[in-house]
């Protein structure tokens, strides 16, 4: 790898890796040794929000350090400019002048990103000196302000020597728009028929009836192709996460070029559902890392969607395709955004909720006021057992590690009793509740749990506090 290694790293430091790729505007930032990740609005935070996550997963080493490496696709445009212009130079192609010009637009354009003068130096093909005189750096910057010395960073050599790689050799995410069954079985059977025979392993993720349309427009292939309803797995969102990354540990494996088609979105979904299809498709482009060989198509029903479930996917996809020409819409929307949906606010309850304040010394409280509620509206025991369990789940969370006061909401909508649990605690990491626990660990189940009991549960963060909030359907 080439990179910056301070010399003040010391061998007893524990040192973890960090792997970090532009999520549109943040850096996604990812600890796969604790299966953590979060993201930072600047690469200067890069370190913070690592060191945060490790905090809130186990107890900190005395001394700590990170390894944080840049994934492929990060910074491709720039340095895909980079490693023309330094063949053109090789070859003559550039005047002297000119390529001056060229390198300190492309200097300054790289060190924007975040990279280092010794990563410029790199992909530009010039000695350190020269890179830090290109950005305007001072003599002997090593990296970015704001990282400690306790902070590696590394660019993988495939960033600078292999750029030109084909579309699928990296994770790619795009949305399919289509009218009516024609348009869908044109932008997904090929699709699939075409990784079939080139020995990709293929998940279809679709609910009723476009499952059974492709399973019979398979035919005998449709054995050969992992088949999901998504009716049922993707009731509640944030349980279609964990199924993709089972697929993807074992069918990307060494390499290897997989594909998906994934439709989270159906009409008629509550506003409470779309909003959490939104976020789902987001945070898909955090934890699926660059480098992994998945292609992932998402079919979306312009005909029967309403515009902001279609717009949703500008927003989260990497690019935009369409069966036909009068469906198309120009692709590479540039880097994929909408991941600050974790920390928006949700809709206030209405003023006439029931609210319990709650901390260690009246916790059973909380059992006893939702099973008031479930009892009210008639939910059958079963359903009324699941709820109060997830609620539960969620007071114990919120005395532990809440760090304050928090309150229990609960209130009745038409269609829902929607339970609320609120406290002013910031939770880093992002795909909270979206992975499935380690069998060897004990913790990091809550949230996973509640996700498995109830029907659809909403949850944000932000340094303003925590909500997580829970639909039953009546």
Known sequence: MAGFSPSGLADSVRVYQVLCWRAGPVWAVNLPELGRASVAGRLAEVERVARA???????????????????????????????????????????????????????????????????????LGVTPERAEELVGAPPGEGQPAGLSPSVRLSVPESRVTRLAEPPHAAYRHEALLYRDDDEFLAGTVPFIEEALALRQPVMVALPEPRLALVRQELGSAASTVRLVDMGQLGANPARIMPVWREFIDEACRDGQEARGIAEPMWPGRHAAEVAECQLHEALLNLAVEPSRPLWLRCPYDVQRLGSPETDGALHSHQAIVASTPHLHSPGGQGAPRGIGMFSARLPDPPASADVLGFGPANLTAVRSRVAEQTSAVGLDPERAADLTLAVWELAVNSTEHGGGPAELRIWREPDALVCEVADPGHIDDYLVGRRSPDPASLGQRGMWLVNQLCDLVQLRSSTEGTTARIFTWL
Do not use: C, K, Y
């Not at 994934?71 to 005047?95: I, K």
């Open 53 to 123: 996550l490790v905090g809130s997963h186990e107890e900190p080493p005395a001394a700590i350090g990170f390894d944080i490496e840049f994934l492929p696709d990060t910074l491709t445009a720039a340095l895909g400019a980079a490693d023309t212009a330094r063949g053109e130079a090789n070859s003559g192609g550039l005047e002297t002048g000119g390529l001056e010009t060229v390198r300190r637009s492309l200097g300054r354009r790289l060190a924007r990103e975040g990279l280092a003068p010794a990563e410029v130096a790199v992909a």
